[in-house]
């Protein structure tokens, strides 16, 4: 009677996977897009649905934009048969994926070419006028 009692217990009480993703950056601050959805500032921690591939943007004024592809790879414990059990656990399992950014500071001279490029696509779209 006892062990039915406790295979009932845990038939009720079913586990959890949490999935999440933490992501900083040095320098700290930095806004994070992940598929195209602006997730937050780092350091920042939020969960996720697939195991995969991601495209990761990360944003900070005065320093170089990193626009990159991450992955998030799959435990043991994601793949069939054992998934089902994990779930089935009455424990709480939980995946944190790291992904950390060095930001480099926009160089003085990338801002001159800028500068200067720019200058030279206004003059072909803009024709001087008649004198």
């Not at 043991?76 to 992904?99: F, G, M, Q, R």
């Amino acid at each position: 009677m006892r062990r039915v009692l406790l295979l009932a217990c845990v038939a009720v009480l079913p586990g959890c996977l949490e999935r999440k993703i933490t992501v900083t950056s040095e320098p700290p601050g930095a806004t994070v897009f992940i598929n195209d959805t602006d997730v937050g500032r780092t350091p920042l921690t939020t969960g996720f649905q697939f195991y995969g591939e991601y495209d990761v943007r990360v944003r900070k004024p005065g320093f170089e934009p990193i626009s990159t592809h991450k992955t998030a790879s799959s435990p043991l414990w994601e793949y069939p048969p054992l998934d089902i059990a994990a779930i089935a656990l009455p424990v709480s399992i939980e995946k944190n994926v790291k992904w950390n950014f060095e930001l480099s500071p926009v160089s003085e001279e990338s801002t001159k070419g800028l500068v200067e490029r720019a200058k030279e696509l206004r003059a072909q779209a803009i024709p001087e006028p008649a004198k």
